[in-house]
């Protein structure tokens, strides 16, 4: 038996810088798949079901994160989750911070006590900078939102509008997330 003196534990290991060329390689030039993994998270969208939403991640300066991959996982608009659709993977703009996903509107989970759940996308985020992912949810409706079980008996309910995207048309959506701050996003555990 071997015994090590002085160990010490080694720093956890960010995400990053070549996230991009590991995980979206067709986002840099790199066109070595025939069906990039997560590059749309169902095949053959119509107009009329189509959403697209848009957004940037901020630091706690509030600058633009420009180098965040964002993983996000929905069901169906049935509410239901199949392993071969559902899942996407994007990265923010080099220059400008924006992400950008064209997906359906998810439908809502019927739970096992037959409670209904608010219609929902994951965000699962990591960046150059960041220990460990973010996890985060993009609700549709805030109604809907202070109805799940999971927010009823927290304080946060005034902090709940920071997982409700803008829209002027319900096609169309803007969700930011604010790591830091006083905007700060609700993250979850898991």
């Known amino acids: 038996m071997v015994k090590i003196k002085n160990f010490i534990d080694t720093p956890s290991q960010t995400a990053g810088p070549f996230l991009h060329i590991g995980c979206t390689p067709s986002i840099t030039g790199i066109n070595i798949f025939k069906?990039?993994?997560g590059s749309t998270p169902f095949k053959n969208i119509s107009l009329n079901e189509e959403i697209n939403i848009k957004g940037k991640i901020y630091d706690g300066n509030n600058?633009?994160?420009i180098d965040a991959m964002i993983e996000t996982w929905q069901c169906d608009e049935n509410g239901k989750y199949f392993n071969y659709q559902g899942f996407s993977r994007r990265v923010t703009d080099f220059k400008t911070g924006e992400y950008q996903l064209k997906t359906i509107r998810p439908g809502n989970q019927i739970n096992e006590n037959g409670t209904i759940s608010p219609s929902y996308i994951l965000f699962w985020i990591v960046a150059r900078g960041m220990n460990r992912p973010l996890?985060?949810?993009m609700y549709f409706d805030e109604n809907e939102i202070k109805s799940d079980v999971m927010f009823k008996n927290l304080s946060i309910q005034d902090r709940l509008k920071t997982l409700i995207p803008y829209t002027e048309d319900k096609k169309n959506?803007?969700?930011d997330i604010h790591l830091q701050?006083?905007?700060?996003t609700i993250f979850f555990e898991f």
């Open 35 to 37: 069906d990039e993994l």
């Open 63 to 65: 600058d633009p994160i």
């Open 135 to 137: 996890i985060t949810r």
């Open 173 to 175: 959506f803007v969700f």
């Open 181 to 184: 701050g006083k905007k700060e």
